[in-house]
């Protein structure tokens, strides 16, 4: 019985196999004629109609997330046979983001760890990877700053978002907590697990901050009496035991990431989100003028967080705004059209979250 089903299993391989053949060689047409017009390889907006449209049209067995999983891979696939482009993550190998490139990249894709985020950033702007991907917030713990403050000082594109959710695990070379006196991660990532520490930590133990959670957990591997809060995935790449899974004060833990590539604006998909920075004048009424568009044209403003603008000693602040909808939709460009010299478009892309 089981060998009879296997058989059919493999003719369905087959068949399978035969018609991804033939829509890479489309695929490697599109490429061409790609290359030859300098258009731009990863369309996530086409990448969204067609998961839609499978998951719209096929009533079958499939889900729309395992649609979904299964065409990312094959996009992924593709765009590596249309052109292969390099992925510069925060790594090193096993942090989140990481695991949240590879889950838009593919297996197969060219990637680099970098060090920091500020590297992504200038690796992106230099031209030696053409995208990066970079945290941007926690859903428990809010935004990562330093992304805000480089998107405002880079000339980049944000092409699209995605999210992951995320389970901490504490690994350590020591059996037992008591012999832990550091313990290294992200600074982001101690906040979300600040419940575990307290209560399994009464003894003094120096919270280290390091440049990614990958990090932490290599230099774990190195030093003595320390631990480091990481993904299990880092753990076991780089040898140190795991003592406790899941240690993150809230089950719902989510990361939301960008991908960053060159400028390039995607064209409005039907379901966009915006960002932008926007740097207004010092006078009373400025920031609730300009919110209170959008609430009169009906458009959702899903983040508002104000930053230091950075200008020399003074005191002032821009504003990293992002809405429902698409820069180029009609309502969007009234609005901002007076607000032109004080905009910068980070990009708009498909809405994932
Ligand atoms: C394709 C591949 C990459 C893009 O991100 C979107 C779609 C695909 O595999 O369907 C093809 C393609 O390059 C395109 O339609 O523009």
């Not at 695929?27 to 998951?55: C, F, S």
């Not at 713990?141 to 405002?152: F, P």
């Not at 594109?157 to 012999?179: G, N, W």
């Not at 698409?326 to 979250?353: E, N, T």
Request: hydrophobic content about 40%.
């Amino acid at each position: 019985m089981l060998g009879k089903l296997r058989e059919e299993i493999d003719q369905i391989d087959d068949k399978l196999l035969e018609l991804f053949n033939q829509r890479i060689a489309i695929v490697q047409k599109v490429g061409k004629l790609k290359r030859n017009t300098k258009a731009p390889i990863y369309r996530p907006e086409r990448e969204k109609a067609i998961i839609d449209r499978l998951a719209t049209e096929h009533k079958g067995l499939l889900t729309k997330s395992a649609i979904e999983a299964i065409f990312l891979e094959i996009f992924a696939i593709s765009r590596n046979y249309e052109l292969p482009e390099r992925i510069a993550y925060l790594g090193p190998d096993g942090s989140f983001t990481h695991q949240a490139a590879e889950s838009r990249y593919g297996a197969i894709s060219d990637y680099i760890a970098l060090d920091s985020i500020s590297s992504i950033f200038k690796s992106v702007a230099t031209g030696r990877v053409k995208y990066g991907v970079v945290p941007i917030e926690n859903n428990q713990e809010g935004t990562v700053q330093e992304t805000i403050d480089y998107l405002a000082t880079h000339q980049l594109s944000i092409v699209a978002e995605m999210t992951l959710p995320i389970h901490f695990s504490i690994a350590s070379l020591k059996e037992d907590l008591s012999q832990v006196t550091t313990i290294f991660s992200r600074d982001i990532a101690f906040r979300q697990c600040k419940n575990f520490i307290n209560d399994y930590f009464s003894h003094n133990v120096k919270l280290v901050p390091v440049s990614s959670t990958s990090r932490a957990c290599q230099m774990a591997s190195k030093e003595k009496n320390s631990a480091a809060i990481c993904a299990p995935i880092a753990a076991r790449k780089y040898q140190v035991p795991i003592l406790y899974n899941n240690i993150q004060d809230s089950a719902d833990n989510t990361t939301r990431f960008l991908i960053l590539s060159d400028p390039f604006h995607n064209p409005p998909s039907g379901e966009d989100k915006t960002s932008l920075i926007v740097k207004l004048p010092d006078e009373a009424g400025a920031l609730v003028t300009f919110l209170q568009k959008f609430h009169s044209a009906g458009i959702n403003l899903c983040k508002v967080e104000s930053r230091p603008a950075k200008m020399g000693a003074h005191f002032k602040y821009m504003f990293f705004i992002e809405l429902d909808g698409h820069f180029y939709d009609a309502q969007v460009q009234k609005i901002i059209a007076p607000y032109k010299d004080q905009i910068k478009w980070l990009g708009s892309y498909v809405r994932m979250c």
